[in-house]
């Protein structure tokens, strides 16, 4: 059984919007910080969103700034990314992450992923 779940991509417009959800199987998880991440093809997979375990603390790459904001509801083991005004650019597999460790010093993916939601944005 897998530790994280994502579901929410799909084909969307230019300007558009999704929701990304990603459902952790462990109690635990209301203990890890969790991250977004993705990765477009050919490219290495980056940084998009974190979120300390209580929700106190966002962090966001420079690129979806103003443009996503990353939720967390820890009764229901669920972390959210909300996506708005999506760019072509933004196209890409969407991964959650768990226990990772997330500053404004720099982030560190922790070990548990989930499989991926596919995000395509048409111009």
């Known amino acids: 059984q897998a530790d994280l779940v994502e579901s929410g991509g799909g084909l969307v417009q230019a300007g558009g919007s999704l929701r990304l959800s990603c459902a952790a199987m462990r109690r635990i998880f209301t203990r890890w910080d969790m991250g977004w991440y993705h990765q477009a093809p050919g490219k290495e997979r980056e940084f998009v969103a974190a979120?300390?375990?209580?929700?106190?603390?966002?962090y966001y790459a420079d690129s979806v700034k103003g443009r996503f904001t990353i939720s967390r509801d820890n009764a229901k083991n669920i972390v959210y990314l909300q996506m708005n005004n999506l760019e072509p650019e933004d196209t890409a597999m969407y991964y959650c992450?768990?226990?990772?460790?997330?500053?404004?010093?720099?982030?560190?993916?922790?070990?548990?992923w989930g499989q991926g939601t596919q995000v395509t944005v048409s111009s």
């Open positions: 979120i300390t375990s209580n929700g106190g603390t966002t």
């Open positions: 992450n768990g226990a990772g460790l997330f500053t404004v010093a720099g982030t560190a993916a922790g070990d548990y």
